[in-house]
């Protein structure tokens, strides 16, 4: 089903009279692959209203979407990003969260807030879970009073929702909501952040390089290698290349070879294999995400940071 339909079948959804649930994610380390304990936060009444507006206010604005991809900008206005959760590490947290009991499983101590690395608002009805919002927290959530923020007392064992008091914030936002496998995003930022994607985009990187190396489409990657390192900004444009895999053929990079030659875009070959230098590496990396484009209107070529493929009905 495609994702537009999935968003406007939420939306349709009474979400009004569904049960209110907050639970904390934490997150350790083995073997440098991240795994997750989830575990609820108890609730008085008005608090878990106050939950509830902030998810059904974001789906509520939320109406126009478009596919998430490594280098797509920030949403704006309306819009979200999609994915589906089985791509993301929500998925293993959302697999343990579905066995959890909300009245059993709850935490035992402040400490375990404190080292939480996010929260989940979750809505449920008698089937089980409808929606999820989830918030990436900041390194220390302890925070001081300000706008946009939720001020909550922990007192045995539970949040109970305070205007006098400010021992821990909750804000007005959440980072995305997940419904029926697919996840809506609404900060790309810290959706990336809060589930991992540089990790992941780094595993991205280090698959390209062998495949590149096996293709030998590049002379020597050491430039490469080293110019990316774990940068996020350069992760995302391998993670680009290697989903775009214009590196894999031949007609491409014989075109690429020819219009270099045209324009003077200095780009080198040794036979068959581009030559990387450190003044070329990022006119050969915007090439190889199809970045480099021309316009038929002032006959100007523009680098650009995202590109969305048009396709017109006849």
Known sequence: ?????????????????????????????????????VKYVPTNARLEQRLKNIVLRHIEVSNTVEPYTYDCPEP?????????????????????????????????NVEELVKSKAYMIILRNAEGIQVVGFKTLPENWKMK??????????????FE?????????????????????????????EFERG??????????????????????????????????????????????????????????????RQLSIAKGWNIEFDGNQILITEETLDDILTLLQNKRLHSELTEEDFDVDSAKLLSFDN
Do not use: C, W
Request: glycine letters at 2%.
């Open 1 to 37: 089903m495609p994702n537009r339909q999935i968003l406007r079948n939420l939306k349709a959804i009474d979400l009004r009279n569904s049960n209110i649930s907050l639970a904390v994610v934490k997150e350790y380390k083995r073997d440098r692959i991240s795994h997750y304990t």
């Open 76 to 108: 704006e206005g309306d819009q979200v990003r999609s994915i589906g959760s089985e791509e993301t590490d929500f998925f293993r947290i959302f697999a343990q969260l579905q066995e959890l009991n909300p009245e059993i499983d709850i935490i035992e």
């Open 145 to 158: 009073r300000s706008r946009n923020l939720i001020n909550l007392l922990y007192i045995e064992n539970r």
């Open 161 to 189: 929702d305070l205007e006098q008091e400010n021992v821990f914030s909750i804000s007005n936002y959440v980072d995305l909501f997940y419904f029926n496998e697919y996840i809506f995003i609404l900060s790309k930022k």
């Open 195 to 256: 589930l991992n994607f540089r990790e992941g985009m780094i595993n991205n990187a280090n698959v390209l390089y062998e495949d590149l190396a096996e293709k030998r489409v590049f002379v020597d990657i050491d430039i490469l290698t080293a110019r990316v390192g774990n940068n996020q900004r350069y992760l995302r444009k391998m993670a680009t290349i290697r989903n775009l895999g214009h590196y894999t053929n031949p007609v491409f990079l014989q075109r690429l």
